[in-house]
């Protein structure tokens, strides 16, 4: 790689409904029932296709603070026909939920997107999440994540179930399939046993982009081994670059090639015109909340140079290979970055150009080979 | 005003129905085939698309069977896409009640009658096999008894949640325990349309105390008569209006200009469906043995059955009858006819279809079960995709619409509204509950 095509980033975009804080609805006037629309879902993710930014994570969990969510994965099919460009990673958790379910829903998102699905698995950590459920209780972080893991890997081995070239329509032995490229999982893991095949097939990118966060010690494994894309949350860059470091060793000592991994970084963003005026939304904000909103990452109140600057310097020192923005405020603080900072970003030659085509080959990835080809069923 | 016909629009299954093999069929899974399919069936102001699904690929003598169209899309992900390319039509998708969890079922039913703006339907199945259910955390230990049990809880959780409006919910059963809040709540339809499929006596108890539709099988006019009869019955002692069920067979159809030309049309796809090979898979579903080595074009084995030999078969519905009864009645069927081949019997007695004829002819034998009250209307199930209703919508709507019998625009934007299905909290009116 030339130093030049180092410096080039991804930038991706965390769709919350109204933004990241609790009260962004309200400060901003928004109906509730807005929210819930199509229209409103559909709107973002196109201000954030149309400035060429990679990624659309749409977050999701059964028990939110904030305002209601949709099904995460429902909003990116909804979005996939309409909006073109960008990558979709909607959050499907993985506690609660069957894995076989999740498999073919993302496999799906990848067709009607026409391979331009991710995927974000997420655990579920509270007691309110396990009683909407009823099935076991709240569980420590590390047996979430030895069960993620087991979900992650029928979730992927589903998609290779079914090999790229298995429907033949054989007319003259009267067979529509060849069943030889149809496999069994016979997946018995600690949490659940999954028998397999899929009854989706194979999706366009063979592997959906798989995006992790890896800021807790027992998710590092596991992102390690699976993501392509690994999120984490920093206060500062200094300690996002001593994360990312980390990040790397571990995805070499599971035997992958670091540079495969894009790494990106949180960073919370408000913007307006002056400091001032953004920091004085913020106590609005805060206020309307009744309580303080703290920063889950690096944040930025401020002016479109100042989040182009952070993110400049991000890039620079090799603290990030990119950033997710989490706007605070929905859509206005999109608006401004695609109207303002993305072009900031473009003139300082951050971003990378030519991103047509599927969104693993966005993030410099081929498609995988099949795990089971070859293999005899 | 004339009882007015609803039509469902069944994207083509995954069996023999479906024919591959023709040089007009597409692709089974491209998000293209579903478009195309949804767009024509709205262009034919249908009151939904309907997805089915089954959770484990079929098995035959225990191998994956391989002379179906195999591989289906998630429902609920279609689903949503399709409601980006379309405006109106109801949007139907075959959801099990045994693999999947109250609290995740009201979410994404929520999230689709949001995101299509009150289009959801949810075709109710209650599968519980062992087989299905090795591909699930659960597995598939629920008693075949318990299936309706845990079916109508699931339908009063996740109906509690929708109507939660703010408030906490707190359910606790013999299937599930469920605490907590519900965010979105209300629904555009205050619930989706659920369609209720099987027509057994414990089926058609449920579908009288739940469901907005049932999707039943299609036989004689007098055989719908007894069964739309029967249901209307079980309503009012649900407190419901017979309106609020609506009774809706599962129909194939062939058209050709002429009725004659039908006849020879519908003969050659038949042949289609039934294969050499796939006449043999039949046979050895009756059968319940290995009968390869039988030529299709000769004559029925002189074996008997192996009727313990129930699970040659699996992933999909078995004969409920006596294998020996069946393999009686096709052996008589090839002797009355002069001595009819395997496959000949096998097409006789598999795929005969529901409607044969010019556009008109057609038109008319729907609209004659629908006001003389053997349904309400029909779920079509066409061979080809994605074209298969095509000429459905090009030729036959316009004849259903000069009967009078059929909207010639949509006349809300809910799938209740296609469906003349109140909202679910509205009470009856003082003549519906006379």
């Known amino acids: ?377 | 005003m004339k009882k007015q016909i609803h039509l469902g629009a069944h994207f083509p299954g995954v069996n023999n129905t479906t024919v591959w093999s023709d040089p007009r069929a597409g692709s089974q899974t491209d998000f293209a085939s579903f478009v195309h399919f949804t767009q024509n069936a709205e262009r034919g102001l249908m009151d939904f698309v309907f997805l089915a699904e089954g959770l484990r690929l079929r098995e035959h003598r225990g191998r994956i069977h391989d002379l179906d169209v195999v591989g289906r899309p998630d429902t609920f992900t279609v689903l949503n896409a399709l409601a980006a390319v379309t405006t109106r039509i109801g949007l139907a998708g075959t959801i099990n009640t045994t693999y999947n969890e109250p609290y995740e079922l009201a979410v994404q039913f929520a999230s689709l009658d949001h995101l299509s703006a009150g289009r959801a339907a949810w075709n109710m199945v209650t599968t519980s096999d062992a087989f299905t259910g090795e591909n699930f955390r659960r597995g598939g230990f629920l008693p075949r008894e318990q299936r309706y049990e845990r079916a109508a809880e699931v339908v009063a959780v996740t109906r509690a949640l929708w109507d939660a409006r703010g408030a906490e919910v707190e359910h606790h059963g013999p299937q599930f325990d469920v605490r907590g809040g519900f965010g979105l709540s209300p629904l555009p339809q205050g619930h989706p349309v659920l369609i209720q499929a099987g027509d057994s006596a414990q089926g058609r108890d449920f579908a009288a105390a739940t469901a907005d539709a049932i999707f039943t099988l299609h036989g004689t006019l007098e055989a719908g008569q007894a069964f739309y009869a029967d249901v209307k019955a079980r309503l009012p002692q649900h407190g419901r209006a017979p309106g609020d069920l609506k009774v809706l067979p599962g129909v194939t159809f062939v058209l050709a200009d002429t009725d004659e030309e039908a006849q020879d049309e519908a003969a050659r796809i038949r042949r289609q469906q039934v294969s050499p090979q796939t006449a043999i898979a039949f046979l050895e579903q009756v059968w319940g043995r290995e009968l390869s080595e039988y030529d299709p074009d000769g004559p029925l084995p002189d074996v008997d059955p192996d009727v313990d030999n129930v699970s040659i078969t699996r992933g999909r519905v078995r004969h409920a009858r006596d294998p020996r009864a069946v393999a009686q009645e096709w052996r008589d069927h090839a002797e009355a006819h002069g001595g009819l081949s395997i496959r000949e019997v096998v097409i006789e007695k598999t795929g005969r279809q529901s409607f044969i004829g010019s556009p008109r002819t057609v038109a008319a034998q729907m609209d004659e079960f629908v006001q003389r009250d053997a349904c309400d209307g029909f779920i079509l199930v066409p061979h080809l995709t994605p074209g298969g209703l095509d000429r459905f919508v090009a030729e036959v709507v316009p004849e259903l619409q000069d009967l009078g019998s059929y909207r010639t625009e949509y006349s809300g934007p809910t799938l209740r509204d296609h469906l003349g299905l109140r909202h679910p909290h509205a009470p009856l009116t003082r003549k519906e509950s006379a």
């Open chain 1, 1 to 377: 790689m030339s130093p030049f095509t180092e410096a080039r980033m991804h930038l991706a975009v965390e769709l919350t409904a109204a933004g990241r804080h609790p009260a962004a609805a309200r400060w901003a006037g928004l109906d509730p029932a807005t929210l819930l629309s199509a229209a409103h879902h559909a709107g973002l993710a196109r201000t954030a296709a149309r400035r060429g930014l990679d990624l659309a994570l749409i977050p999701h969990t059964f028990h939110p603070d904030g305002g209601p969510l949709l099904d995460a994965v429902s909003v990116a099919a909804r979005i996939a026909p309409v909006v073109a460009g960008i990558g979709l990673a909607p959050t499907a958790t993985v506690t609660h939920t069957e894995p076989f379910h999740v498999s073919k829903s993302i496999a799906t998102l990848d067709i009607v997107s026409a391979g331009r699905a991710g995927w974000e698995p997420a655990v579920s950590r509270t007691q309110a999440e396990a009683d909407l459920f009823g099935r076991k209780p709240a569980e420590p972080a590390d047996v979430l994540w030895r069960e993620a893991a087991e979900a992650i890997e029928v979730v992927v081995r589903l998609w290779d179930s079914w090999e790229d070239d298995a429907v033949i329509r054989d007319a003259a032995t009267g067979r529509y399939l060849d069943r030889d490229k149809l496999h069994y999982l016979d997946f018995q893991g600690e949490f659940f046993s999954v028998k397999g095949p899929s009854i989706t097939p194979r999706p366009p990118q063979g592997h959906p982009l798989v995006v992790l966060r890896a800021d807790e010690a027992a998710a590092l494994p596991v992102a390690a081994r699976w993501a392509d894309v690994v999120r984490i949350s920093a206060p500062d860059l200094p300690t996002a670059a001593e994360a990312r470091d980390r990040i790397r060793s571990a995805v070499a000592d599971a035997g992958r090639d670091p540079d495969l991994v894009t790494v990106l970084l949180d960073v919370e963003v408000h913007l307006a015109a002056e400091r001032d005026r953004a920091r004085r939304d913020l106590t609005e904000l805060d206020r309307l909340a009744g309580a303080e909103l703290p920063a889950s990452s690096v944040r930025v109140l401020g002016p479109p140079t100042d989040l182009a600057d952070l993110i400049g310097t991000a890039v620079r020192t090799r603290a990030a290979d990119g950033v997710t923005l989490l706007p605070l405020v929905l859509p206005a603080d999109l608006d401004v970055v695609a109207g303002q900072v993305v072009p900031l970003l473009a003139g300082r030659g951050l971003l990378r150009t030519g991103t047509a085509g599927s969104l693993r080959s966005r993030f410099g990835l081929r498609r995988p080979a099949n795990h089971f080809a070859g293999a005899t069923s």
